[in-house]
């Protein structure tokens, strides 16, 4: 969000969505209502939470316990700010 603001100070033709792609990260509250709306990558919040504790539990009784980072994938929310013209 902070971006949009800098480009539109700065004058320089920089137009999100036009000549400029812009992604965040987070998928905040409000970035769907920012013109042009903000495409975002959408963590899985609950399942991050839930992987962390699971882990750390099962850390606690085998210590070379792996990993599966597919468990946690990302959504790409695509909005105006980065579609092709």
């Known amino acids: 969000m902070g971006l949009y603001r800098e480009l539109q100070r ?24 920012l013109y042009p709306a903000l495409s975002s990558i ?3 919040f609950e399942s991050l939470g839930e992987t ?3 882990t750390m539990l099962n850390l606690l ?4 316990l792996k990993i599966d980072p597919s468990l946690l994938k990302p959504q790409l929310i695509i909005r105006e700010s980065s579609r092709p013209n």
């Open 10 to 33: 700065a004058g320089r033709g920089g137009e999100p969505g036009r000549n400029l792609k812009i992604i965040g990260h987070d998928d905040l509250l409000g970035v769907g209502m």
């Open 42 to 44: 959408r963590p899985p």
């Open 52 to 54: 962390a504790m699971k």
């Open 61 to 64: 009784i085998r210590a070379d």
